[in-house]
């Protein structure tokens, strides 16, 4: 049987949940223009997990009508009740690169107890590109959970700002070896001699997996 909008439609009022996530993954197979009022449906549904699908295929779609993604994915960042669904907004709203949404993001980063979304906050602002998530990053390298000090050395690379240098160089030698995975790939961004020369030291590093990343940015 064909998706069509209809068929989706009919899939989203179902009572059965199963049904409804189901209709979420088939808009893939329809036309922005046809899928676009569909996800925004499916993004009020009650159930968090049909929400959490919707939202982060909005990352996708969401270009067909950035500025009602922005209101839509804004109002899921700040008032849903479900962390899952926070992050997977913040997750879209940085591949939709909504700028707009910057001070948004910041403020929830420094309100929520919830990991998840910090870690999903900073790895977005990498994907944002906003000059004005500097100091929130610098900040977020501080952070108690490893999974968000490492989002925040990526997204430092991402954004390319040369002051992040000396901020990553001390994590040369960190016990972890995911975040010095992170950090060779975050240097691959910048240049200059002190970057060159932690990544000639980091060539040399312990762990194949990071050596091996480090001279494949070396030798590009």
């Known amino acids: ?28 197979q329809l036309t922005p223009e046809d899928g676009f009022p569909l996800i925004r449906q499916a993004i009020a549904d009650k159930s968090a997990r049909v929400r959490y699908a919707a939202v982060s295929q909005m990352s996708s779609i ?21 962390p899952d669904v926070q992050a997977a907004a913040a997750d879209s ?26 870690f999903s906050i900073i790895a977005a602002l990498g994907e944002l590109g906003d000059e004005r998530s500097f100091e929130l990053l610098e900040a977020a390298l501080n952070s108690d959970n490893e999974l968000v000090k490492t989002a925040a050395i ?11 240098v000396p901020l ?20 691959s961004h910048f240049e200059g001699q002190e970057v ?20 494949h940015h070396l030798s590009s």
């Not at 939709?96 to 309100?111: G, M, P, S, V």
């Not at 975040?179 to 975050?186: F, K, P």
Request: hydrophobic share 40%.
């Open 168 to 187: 990553l160089l001390p994590y040369i030698s960190h016990s972890d070896w995911q975040i010095r995975y992170r950090l060779v790939q975050a240097l």
């Open 62 to 82: 969401g270009q067909h009508n950035s500025s009602v993604a922005l209101e839509v994915l804004r109002r899921c960042l700040l008032e849903d009740p479900e």
């Open 93 to 118: 709203l940085g591949a939709l690169k909504l700028t707009e949404a910057f001070d948004d993001l910041q403020h929830l980063y420094h309100q929520t107890s919830e990991w998840l979304v910090q």
């Open 1 to 28: 049987m064909s998706v069509t909008p209809e068929s989706v439609q009919q899939r989203l009022n179902s009572e059965d949940f199963g049904q409804r996530l189901s209709a979420v993954n088939q808009i893939r």
């Open 154 to 164: 990526g997204s430092l690379g991402e954004l390319g700002n040369p002051h992040a």
């Open 196 to 215: 060159r020369a932690a990544l000639e030291a980091l060539a040399q590093d312990e762990t194949a997996a990071v050596a091996e990343e480090a001279k």
